[in-house]
T-cell receptor, first 111, second 112 residues
Framework: SAVISQKPSRDICQRGTSLTIQCQVD?????MFWYRQQPGQSLTLIAT?????????ESGFVIDKFPISRPNLTFSTLTVSNMSPEDSSIYLC????????FGPGTRLTVT | QKEVEQDPGPLSVPEGAIVSLNCTYS??????FMWYRQYSRKGPELLMY????GNKEDGRFTAQVDKSSKYISLFIRDSQPSDSATYLC????????????FGSGTRLQVQP
């Protein structure tokens, strides 16, 4: 298993600003993922972030809007850029070991 | 049609009942199957992880995978009020990518 922490746990941001979410894992992992969970919905994959390579984005998500860094095997950041109210969601990072484990999430509200 | 279908519920059962949660899927490439429990305002917690077909048991939880029918199940025995949560099925293909496709989640309420 893996223990994952995220910062911040929640934030309220104004339209047009950006927020960077941090994800820290207690062990070295190759595969990290960023998901979004909109209110009352299930999880949707934003991108896959492997250390040493560019993040791979899913259909509907672009690097300019959701830039991702993966500087080492225990850490990643996701930035939500130029936010609008439609970006209000829970953002979760995840790592794949034998199963796939999730952090506690960052609850973002955009006003 | 969604790749993974899951009845959203809510499902309400009395304490001590056996709960059956199910998902169907359309992508025959899926090989890894997971069940998560998510409490309100928390991240998903991995309950069960299975590869390919068969059964897996862990305490009160049993996961079943029937790849021929593209159907997976999670059984909870002797359900407790603390089991009240949303249960999400998730699956991925047997590739290096390992990204998950989720069902919509079933909300379970266990009445004391």
């Amino acid at each position: 298993s893996a223990v994952i922490s995220q910062k911040p746990s929640r934030d309220i941001c104004q339209r047009g600003t950006s927020l960077t979410i941090q994800c820290q894992v207690d062990s070295q992992v190759t595969m990290m993922f960023w998901y979004r969970q909109q209110p009352g919905q299930s999880l949707t994959l934003i991108a896959t972030a492997n250390q040493g390579s560019e993040a791979t984005y899913e259909s509907g998500f672009v690097i300019d809007k959701f830039p991702i860094s993966r500087p080492n095997l225990t850490f990643s950041t996701l930035t939500v850029s130029n936010m609008s109210p439609e970006d209000s969601s829970i953002y979760l990072c995840s790592v794949a070991t034998e199963g796939q484990y999730f952090g506690p999430g960052t609850r973002l509200t955009v006003t | 049609q969604k790749e993974v279908e899951q009845d959203p519920g809510p499902l309400s059962v009395p304490e001590g009942a056996i709960v059956s949660l199910n998902c169907t899927y359309s992508n025959s490439a899926f090989q890894y199957f997971m069940w998560y429990r998510q409490y309100s305002r928390k991240g998903p917690e991995l309950l069960m992880y299975t590869y390919s077909s068969g059964n897996k048991e862990d305490g009160r939880f049993t996961a079943q995978v029937d790849k021929s029918s593209k159907y997976i199940s999670l059984f909870i025995r002797d359900s407790q009020p603390s089991d009240s949560a949303t249960y999400l099925c998730a699956m991925s293909a047997n590739t290096g990518r390992r990204a998950l496709t989720f069902g919509s989640g079933t909300r379970l309420q266990v009445q004391p």
